[in-house]
């Protein structure tokens, strides 16, 4: 089924999943996220059907303030990267049919997806605010809904069992291996059991020396990075008995990723404003699950 949206640029690429094919719109107008987005926990709670739907995020491009010039190329790039989540998001959807529980879409794939478009609207943000007034509020625009065909009455049926932990207890497992051999390693080839914690590479010691200038943001950068190990942690907790073998490395070691791979950007940004910026600090945002 085709659906064309006016105004906005989008780009259809065809899904293969059971014996449909579906097209993808990148966009959906912005003011409805604005005006309301769906929460996480909001529609989106169904496992994944054998009509999974389509992925639809806010337009970032239409909310944007006019671009210096001088930020037009790292704004486009960017741009073009929040459909490119949209595209992997909804290749990911159509992969995963069958697996995980109730919550399995939002802590698989929209959880993840909107993660990463804070992460890139904060750098369009970050981009147009070193020349001209930053744009606030971007932030609004990550948060993703799922337009499931078929898949509604699942959602409401699972949000209605207010019992999410049993629910994904019983999940049906993987229905191909060759689609979680990957992330098998990373996650331990093990749904989430709740035993052992989270570690991560520390950042501090690979620093080279802080100039004063940048001193305050890399500290408060630094912190959240703890911070955001700790709630992965508590997450990991939380999630005892939930999802297939790929839980811990979809639902939070990859969003846990994510973050750190902005954090750490981000101090690079500040060091490298009046020193040399330093470089591969990127190889230290994944974590892993220490049993």
Not at 212 to 238: C, F, G, H, M, P
Not at 275 to 290: I, Q
């Amino acid at each position: 089924m085709s659906r064309a949206l006016p105004k906005y640029n989008k780009r259809r690429v065809a899904i293969i999943g059971g014996a449909a094919a579906v097209a993808l719109s990148g966009a959906v107008i912005a003011g409805s996220a604005l005006a309301g987005t769906p929460s996480k926990s909001s529609g989106t709670t169904a496992r994944t059907l054998a009509s999974p739907g389509t992925i639809t995020c806010p337009d970032v491009a239409s909310q944007l303030p006019e671009i210096p010039a001088s930020a037009k190329a790292e704004v486009d790039r960017n741009v073009a990267l929040l459909q490119t989540q949209i595209d992997e998001a909804n290749k990911r959807l159509v992969d995963t049919v069958g697996q995980g529980g109730p919550n399995f879409v939002q802590n698989a794939i929209l959880g993840p997806l909107e993660d990463k478009r804070i992460a890139t609207v904060n750098r369009i943000a970050t981009a147009i605010g070193r020349t001209a007034d930053k744009p606030q509020g971007l932030d609004a625009l990550a948060p993703c809904t799922l337009n499931a065909d078929g898949a509604a009455a699942g959602a409401g049926d699972a949000a209605g069992t207010g019992d999410e932990a049993g629910a994904e207890a019983t999940a049906t497992p993987s229905v191909t291996a060759s689609a979680s051999q990957g992330a098998d390693d990373a996650a331990g080839d093990a749904q989430n059991t709740g035993a052992g914690t989270i570690t991560c590479p520390d950042v501090a010691s690979q620093l080279p020396e802080i100039p004063a200038s940048a001193q305050a943001e890399v500290d408060r950068n630094l912190a959240l990075l703890n911070t955001q190990i700790d709630e992965a942690n508590k997450r990991l907790a939380a999630t005892v008995g939930q999802g297939g073998p790929n839980f811990v490395q979809n639902a939070i070691l990859g969003p846990l990723a994510d973050k750190r791979k902005s954090t750490v950007d981000r101090i690079a940004i500040a060091i490298g404003r009046t020193a040399d910026k330093p470089t591969g600090l990127d190889s230290l945002a994944a974590c892993t699950l220490t049993k």
